[in-house]
């Protein structure tokens, strides 16, 4: 039996190790959860720099007894210049998804650390900068061994990425690194110490930003200095879906936050008494597919959608659509995947303060280009625009929709739980799976995250859009699936594929209890 890890002082889960580490000794230290968060958020940064990194996005739901969660939305729009006449004078019928042009969206995660450190300020900081930035800045100096992970994803996509600017120097100077091999990033670790110098502002309108928006202009994005100056991530209200069990959160277009929110707000309503059978896996299998004909018909920037996506988490909408679903045969599929590479992390501290947060790059290692200079590899989160007629057409200041989604939920027996994973398509179905094993089945926190997966649609490393299923799935569960129509895929097991999920979770007590997902490479360290 697997079980969950627990203990009083706070609590950090992370995919890989020495992020979960640098987060728990800032909460040893006597930092709180924001600044747990901060500091894991960096030295991930470092240490896993094909799944995300500062030069990419990031988003958050906090919350803090007595008050309401709160969202950050920290990601950054298109730039000005990022229009379909410039695609068009450079020869391109479509956005690349590598190279100088990819890079043509603000990144907004570092910006969204400040506007989560400013949240916390009515706490009272307890860590400076310089510390919350210094388990990074030490990783980036004196290196870390490449992840398994991070060997196998640069040898895959070496011909996409050995030619883009920066890329080979930075992470593969004698070829494709073995899993192992030592990486260090000296620019990278420069840009920190300026960064715990000068201050988080100065990515964007200080000396930093002179040199990220020289750089990139250097090697052909079309992103300037007065697109870094104009940003700022925005605190928001999450939306929220009402449960038997209690009220879970997430954050709104252009997230798919609201597609995680619907299918369990679907399953609630569905009947299903156990887990891991025909009827759990069927059934969120089919409130997976209602919420993503949604989310790819409408979601995207919420200045530009025709209707509010939190509409669709009331109880009227949710009832029509559940009624809408067959407990005996699936659905015709696929529809258009979504694809996108990330991280999610969560943290607690002694005093009930929880932090769900997801950081991305969107592809693995992004747009491939790392900024001269700065060691910053930055996102091609853009990519997922169209120059074509559609929702997620591109437009010059336009947010790009996002796959990323951490959840967090309020349960009504008194417990805060915060849960996500990576994996584009498959980051709200983990998460579904997760949270009903634990909170509407009671399995242990650990068992739920360990437990065999499923997926429907294109995720991390695949492009079939087929229903994929690990192996350790029963085989009479496998065969019902069949009879019931749906188009099985057996996999390997504890494959990434399935994504990299976690989850922290508050008692009411004081109990803190975590759970790592045994596909990555990370822990979950208390205090």
Not at 222 to 236: G, K, S
Not at 347 to 357: I, N
Request: hydrophobic share 45%; charged share 15%.
């Amino acid at each position: 039996m697997l079980y969950s890890k627990t203990c009083i002082g706070g609590m950090v889960s992370a995919p890989h190790h020495l992020a979960a580490q640098a987060g728990a000794a800032v909460l040893r230290e006597g930092g709180n959860a924001v600044e747990a968060m901060v500091a894991a958020a960096a030295a991930i940064a470092v240490v896993y720099p094909h799944m995300n990194g500062i030069g990419g996005d990031g988003f958050w739901v906090i919350s803090e007894p007595g008050r309401e969660p709160v969202a950050i939305q920290a990601c950054g729009p298109a730039a000005a210049m990022a229009s379909k006449d410039f695609y068009a004078q450079h020869g391109d019928s479509a956005i690349p998804t590598r190279g100088p042009r990819a890079a043509l969206t603000v990144a907004g995660a570092v910006g969204g650390w400040a506007a989560a450190l400013d949240y916390a300020e009515r706490w009272g900081h307890a860590l400076p900068l310089p510390r919350l930035l210094s388990d990074a800045i030490r990783h980036a100096q004196g290196g870390v061994p490449v992840t398994r992970s991070q060997a196998e994803l640069t040898r895959s996509k070496w011909d996409e990425l050995c030619g883009q600017p920066g890329f080979a120097e930075t992470y593969a100077a004698h070829g494709a690194p073995e899993q192992g091999a030592i990486l260090r990033q000296p620019a990278l670790a420069s840009t920190l110490m300026r960064l715990a110098e000068a201050g988080l502002d100065d990515f964007y309108r200080g000396d930093l930003a002179e040199s990220i928006v020289r750089g990139l202009e250097r090697v052909g994005s079309p992103l300037r200095a007065a697109d870094l100056a104009a940003y700022r991530a925005q605190v928001l209200q999450p939306l929220m879906v009402q449960l038997k069990s209690g009220r879970v959160y997430n954050l709104p277009p252009p997230t798919q936050g609201v597609s995680a929110l619907m299918i369990i707000g679907l399953f609630d309503r569905l009947g299903v008494t156990a887990a891991d059978g025909f009827e759990h896996v069927h059934g969120l299998v089919e409130a997976t597919k209602r919420a993503f004909i949604l989310r790819n018909k409408y979601v995207t920037d919420a200045a530009h959608m025709p209707l509010d996506a939190a509409d669709w988490l009331q109880a009227a909408a949710l009832d029509a659509e559940a009624a809408q679903i067959s407990m005996s045969t699936a659905a015709p599929w696929p529809h258009p995947a979504k694809p996108g590479d990330t991280i999610w992390m969560g943290a607690a501290d002694a005093q009930g303060r929880v932090v769900s947060y997801i950081q991305s790059i969107f592809w693995e290692f992004g747009s491939g280009v790392v900024v001269p200079d700065t060691g910053i590899v930055w996102q091609n989160r853009g990519a997922s625009f169209t120059l074509d007629e559609g929702i997620n057409q591109l437009k010059p200041g336009k947010l790009p929709f996002h796959t990323l989604n951490p959840s967090l939920a309020r349960l009504k027996d008194g417990r805060t739980l915060a849960y996500g994973t990576m994996g584009g398509e498959g980051q709200p179905q983990t998460q579904a799976a997760v949270f009903t094993r634990h909170v509407l089945f009671g399995q242990n926190l650990q068992a739920a995250v360990s437990a065999p997966r499923w997926l429907l649609g294109r995720t991390w490393g695949d492009v079939s859009t087929n229903l994929k299923v690990e192996g350790r799935i029963a085989p009479q569960t496998v065969e019902a699936l069949q009879r019931a129509g749906h188009d099985v895929e057996v996999v390997a097991d504890y494959t990434d594929m399935m994504g990299h999920a976690g989850a922290v979770c508050v008692h009411p007590g004081g109990m803190i209890e975590g759970a790592a997902d045994p596909r990555a490479d990370g822990v979950c360290a208390g205090v």
